[in-house]
Antibody, heavy 122, light 107 residues
Framework: EVQLVESGGGLVQPGGSLRLSCAAS????????MNWVRQAPGKGLEWVSY????????YYADSVKGRFTISRDNAKNSLYLQMNSLRDEDAAVYYC???????????????WGQGTLVTVSS | EIVLTQSPATLSLSPGERATLSCRAS??????LAWYQQKPGQAPRLLIY???NRATGIPARFSGSGSGTDFTLTISSLEPEDFAVYYC?????????FGGGTKVEIK
């Protein structure tokens, strides 16, 4: 069974840091791009970051560029998101999502993990 | 950035009725559009990719159509488990963007 399990969420003060992890299982991790997508409470979905199979291509939403760093460890079947200088508006459920593209172009997201909640508050 | 506008925001229907959800892109995205379903407290689930292709395990009552800037998700006959929020997502350009969602609620 394909599974993605996020961890590392919690309560952090504005300006603080947090590192999210996503453990993948049930598929060949190193042949898929991976993504982080977030959802603020009661709001819609926002793509956060993309990383290619070999980490050679990395992209961020403008809202997190310069503050967040995505990485992966293919030997450990794991995806990470280092979040620094956190702001109130970064509070959300963070989902990791596998990318698929049918052999062409950018990804759609399938499947998604269950999410991990990040709360930013003093 | 490509903006996706979903309509209506809320759709009130009864089980067995047909649901028609719209997603409009601010510029052409060819057929690079996906649809997701999200139930309360759950992660989104892929329903449709590239405008009209059902994902693995998705029932045939879900269908997608469209190209360019106008797309439609149709649920031919609503089952009780279909009442949820639906999002569209484009993969034509970065940043990958989502529509604001359509909530399908029980009338």
């Amino acid at each position: 069974e394909v599974q993605l399990v996020e961890s590392g969420g919690g309560l952090v003060q504005p300006g603080g840091s947090l590192r999210l992890s996503c453990a993948a299982s049930g598929f060949t991790f190193n042949i898929y791009s991976m993504n982080w997508v977030r959802q603020a409470p009661g709001k819609g979905l926002e793509w956060v970051s993309y990383i290619s199979t070999s980490s050679s291509s990395i992209y961020y939403a403008d809202s997190v560029k310069g503050r967040f760093t995505i990485s992966r460890d293919n030997a450990k079947n794991s995806l990470y998101l280092q979040m620094n200088s956190l702001r109130d508006e970064d509070a959300a459920v963070y989902y990791c999502a596998r990318g698929s593209n049918g052999g062409s172009g950018w990804p759609w997201f399938d499947p998604w993990g269950q999410g991990t909640l990040v709360t930013v508050s003093s | 950035e490509i903006v996706l506008t979903q309509s209506p925001a809320t759709l009130s229907l009864s089980p067995g009725e047909r649901a028609t959800l719209s997603c409009r892109a601010s510029q052409s995205i060819t057929t690079y559009l996906a649809w997701y379903q999200q139930k309360p407290g759950q992660a989104p689930r892929l329903l449709i990719y590239d405008a009209s292709n059902r994902a693995t395990g998705i029932p045939a009552r879900f269908s997608g159509s469209g190209s360019g800037t106008d797309f439609t998700l149709t649920i031919s006959s609503l089952e009780p488990e279909d009442f949820a929020v639906y999002y569209c997502q484009q993969r034509n350009n970065r940043p990958f963007t989502f529509g604001g969602g359509t909530k399908v609620e029980i009338k």
